[in-house]
């Protein structure tokens, strides 16, 4: 008896902690991972780092521009709006099918923004989940 209690109580134990609500929250909610790494991205484009925010961009949005032409739109656009004042998440909305580009995993960050320059700003950053398993950008807009 005493040789099947302690496995069968350890395995008890590993399954309550693996079916924790946390755990299943994570594991439902791609958001979480998604957002950290839009932030981190962010931290990239704010310093003016904007090869390597291309280098660490999808595949997809690779294709789609280079990094020469990122550089350029970045310097032309988002470098007028000075330093970034304060940055607050409004949205996360995962999707599936997203217009122009192949279905996949995706999470559309919308985030109300305030630059040295710009009072109010909305900044659009989409992450794709990459077949690696993970998130990179796929997009990103000011308005």
Known sequence: MRKVFWP?????????????????????????????????WLVLTDAGKYAESWNTASRMFKAGVTEEQWQSAMH????????????KLSSATPRKSLP??????????????????????TETVTEQMEKDGSWRIAGYFIQ
């Open 100 to 121: 122009g580009v192949p279905d996949g995993d995706y999470v559309v960050f919308r985030f109300a923004s305030s630059f040295e320059h710009k009072q109010a700003a």
């Open 76 to 87: 032309r656009y988002r470098d007028p709006l000075g330093a970034v004042k304060s940055r």
């Open 8 to 40: 069968v109580l350890f395995l008890l134990m590993l399954a309550a902690v693996m079916a924790s609500p946390a755990r299943l929250r994570a594991l439902d909610k791609p958001e979480a991972a998604a957002q950290k790494a839009a932030e981190s």
